[in-house]
Structures are given as structure tokens and as C-alpha cells.
């Protein structure tokens, strides 16, 4: 089977081969090794790095044609991942010299491939991680590459490396970045061909302050536009956003809403605080928000669904004007939200669908990097039911006890229920 980068897989078998495909003129231009690391993201020891010169290690071994073998029940408590990388460094080469490469993890009874894409000046590459959930183990698909080499790799999971014996003592070596601290500037539409991306909450480097929101913005039903696209004037119109959240480590669901009783609070899970329905237009002139604000940790999964129809008539969300999702990372401006200098992911919502709902983005936060998943998703014609997550964290279209949609005018509330427990995967 294959995944996509950014996907999560559990595992069904308890040892895995994990080995790399390249055309026949790449071949030997990449060094695969493995790290085993603790939950806070480093090696407990220098030997936890196995590669050629140390390629055996607490159920992780390097085989003589360069591929990792895992049993996953040797794998000590106290490791959390087992992160596989490749490197061209030792041969002068580059990712991009590479070309097309195919990660494999083989186990018995599942198969599994990976196909990293986009990749040029990067040296190092973090193919995939085998990881637990609970009492279980899942693939990570990562795909994430370093332009500034092994130093930089190792220094950020604590390897000591030591320092090249020829070079001055006056020249400083080069520093150490141990997270991804460039500003996230990505615009998702349901064109681009990866309908993922990712933020790494890390670069605050605990520093209080730092605010992370997202939500759905729109412009409103008869927004006019220039021709440049510039709104001259917002419409009206109300959506029903609601926030479908996952415990990972307990299956429970919690959905968190703009309605009085069920916002939700930062100081409890899922950590999370709406900030009020829209009706309408924003002050000043603004688009119309439903917002959220998130604690940067792990929060588990998190849905932003959107009822699209009863109460505001028929029609499918494109008839709100450009809707949006809006992920936003930074230090708290004036009012209290992510400043002007902020990460942002903005995922534009396009679809002429009817369904009651649809799921415009899957979010998750681990280890401190949040991913989200653009892609748009359908409940069932004419069905009221939420999707929601299943116990593996997979979009359920309509899940068994979950809630209800129904007519805030008539009821008060827009949902059945506000929690529960997710079905089995």
C-alpha cells in the first residue's frame, strides 16, 4: 500500500524491514542508518544511532545491503521512535542527485511504500519513523530533508559530534539549529498536489506569548469582488462551524463549538477555547471567523467541520464566499491573536456539493509539529450525522452514537451530543 508524506499507519506486524529503491545510477549515493529516540525527541546515549559503524542496537540492526531491520519487541520501553534516515553526505552528493527514491516497510502481512518528493539541496533526509500510539505502533510517512548536513541533524536528537580536527581555532563552527525556525507561508488550494503542511510550534523555544488559532473564515453570501479579487463588499450569511476532537490515548471525543456551554477551555483537554459563533460580516469590514484557539502541545486530532445548510438554506459552502481555513502561529499581536509576523496556512476550500457537511481540514499536533490536512471531505447525502474520528484517528463518514446535526432555531443547539467515544478502527 502506498502513503502519502505526512500520513500516519498502524502497524500490524511486530518486525518490519525498512530499505530504500533508487534508479541503477543512483545506487550507493545514500547511507541509510536509524535513531532510536526518547519522548522528548533525542537519544538516551551516542550508541543509539546505529549505521555502519555501530549497527546494532536494542532491536534495530543496519543489514550488509543497507537496510534497517526493526523488532519492534526489543525495542526498549523507554524508546518512543524509531526514526530511519538516509544521507548523501560521505558520497558529495545531494538529494537531488538521487532522483526518484521509494522507501519500503516490509512486514509480515503488511506492506508498505513511500515516495519523498520535492526534494534538492538537502543532504540529510528523515525517511519515515516507526512510532507507539497507545499499546501499538504506527508509521510515521515524514519526508523531511536538511540542506545543513549530518552536524546539524545529530545536534538537534543530542548526538555529540565531535569537532573536525583540521579546522581553525578561530572559526567558529557552524551553529546548531535545533528546530525549523523559517516563517510558514503556504496557501493550499484543492490544485496543489500535496494538500498537506506543516508548522514546528518548537521555534518558540518555550518563550511565553507565542498564540496558535485556527479557523474558518468566509466572506459571505453575495460578497462582491474586484477584478483583481479584492472584496468591495462582504455578504451575509452564517456557517456552523464545529471542532470534532480526539483523544488519542483514550478514544473519548470531544466537539468544541461557539455555542454558550461547549467553547471549551484552555486549562483543560482538549486545550482548546472557541471564541464565539459568527453572524455575519466581521467589525470594520472583515470577513466572517470562526476561531479557535489551540495550547501548542499534543492535543491529539482535531476535525473542523463544517454544517453547511440547515438553517442557512441550501447550497454548498462555495456560496459563502471564498471560505478558508486559516492556521495561525506567533507572538500575540494587540489583540491577543497571532501577530502580523506569524506562521500561516491557509487552505481554500472550493466544492459545489450539497452534503449537509463537510470536513475541510484534519489537524494534528505531536512532538511539537503540526501538520494539516487540507483535503475536503463529504458526510453522506442527505445524512445529519457528523463525520468524525474513528479510535486510529481515520475520517469516519458516519460514525456509529456520534453526533447528530439538527436546527439551532428549532433546539437551541446545532448537535445530539457534544461527546463521547469514538467506534473502533
Known amino acids: 500500500m502506498d ?19 533508487t534508479a541503477p545510477g543512483a545506487a550507493g549515493l545514500v547511507d541509510v542508518a536509524a535513531v532510536l529516540l526518547g519522548a522528548d525527541g533525542r537519544v538516551r546515549t551516542d550508541d543509539d544511532l546505529v549505521f555502519f559503524n555501530n549497527p546494532r542496537r536494542d ?54 511504500t513511500f515516495t519523498p518528493a520535492g526534494l534538492g539541496s538537502e543532504t540529510v533526509l528523515q525517511m519515515v519513523a516507526l512510532y ?15 540542506s545543513a548536513g549530518l552536524a546539524a541533524f545529530a545536534g538537534e536528537h543530542g548526538i555529540e559530534v565531535d569537532e573536525p580536527e583540521a579546522a581553525p581555532v578561530d572559526r567558529p563552527a557552524p551553529p546548531v539549529e535545533p528546530v525549523r525556525t523559517e516563517k510558514v507561508s503556504i496557501s493550499l488550494t484543492k490544485d496543489s498536489p500535496d494538500r498537506t503542511a ?16 485556527v479557523g474558518l473564515e468566509w466572506d459571505g453570501r453575495g460578497a462582491v469582488y474586484d477584478r483583481d479579487g479584492n472584496v468591495t463588499r462582504y455578504g451575509t450569511g452564517d456557517l456552523d462551524v464545529y471542532f470534532f476532537c480526539r483523544n488519542e490515548e483514550t478514544g473519548e471525543f470531544v466537539v468544541i463549538s461557539g455555542e454558550e456551554g461547549h467553547r471549551g477551555d484552555l486549562a483543560t483537554w482538549p486545550h482548546i477555547h472557541h471564541f464565539g459563533d459568527s453572524t455575519g460580516p466581521g467589525r470594520g469590514g472583515a470577513p466572517a471567523v470562526e476561531q479557535v484557539e489551540m495550547t501548542p502541545t499534543e492535543n491529539g486530532d482535531v476535525l473542523v467541520n463544517v454544517y453547511q445548510s440547515v438553517d442557512n438554506g441550501g447550497g454548498a459552502i462555495d456560496a459563502f464566499g471564498r471560505p478558508r481555513i486559516a492556521i495561525r502561529y506567533g507572538r500575540a499581536g494587540r489583540d491577543g491573536k497571532p501577530g502580523p509576523d506569524a506562521d500561516e496556512i491557509l487552505v481554500h476550500v472550493g466544492n459545489g456539493r450539497n452534503s449537509f457537511w463537510a470536513t475541510v481540514a484534519h489537524i494534528d499536533v505531536r512532538d511539537g509539529i503540526l501538520t494539516v490536512d487540507g483535503e475536503t471531505r463529504y458526510s453522506r447525502m442527505l445524512s445529519e450525522r457528523m463525520p468524525g474520528l474513528d479510535t486510529q484517528g481515520r475520517w469516519v463518514q458516519k460514525p456509529r452514537n456520534g453526533p447528530v446535526g439538527r436546527s439551532k432555531k428549532r433546539h437551541g443547539l446545532g448537535l445530539t451530543t457534544y461527546a463521547g467515544r469514538c467506534q473502533p478502527g
Open 132 to 146: 507507539r500510539r497507545g499499546a501499538g505502533w504506527r508509521l510515521d510517512a515524514i519526508g523531511q530533508g536538511y
Open 3 to 21: 502513503v502519502s508524506k505526512g500520513s500516519r499507519t498502524d502497524l500490524t506486524a511486530a518486525r518490519y524491514v525498512v530499505d530504500i529503491g
Open 198 to 213: 506543516r508548522i514546528d510550534l518548537r521555534k518558540s523555544r518555550g518563550e511565553a506569548g507565542w498564540v496558535l488559532t
Open 59 to 112: 532491536g534495530v540492526a543496519l543489514t550488509g545491503d543497507g537496510a534497517v531491520e526493526i523488532d519492534l519487541s526489543g525495542v526498549p520501553a523507554d524508546v518512543e521512535r524509531v526514526l530511519v534516515t538516509g544521507s548523501t553526505e560521505a558520497q558529495g552528493a545531494r538529494f537531488g542527485d538521487v532522483g526518484e527514491m521509494v522507501v519500503g516497510v516490509r512486514g509480515p502481512g503488511q506492506e508498505l
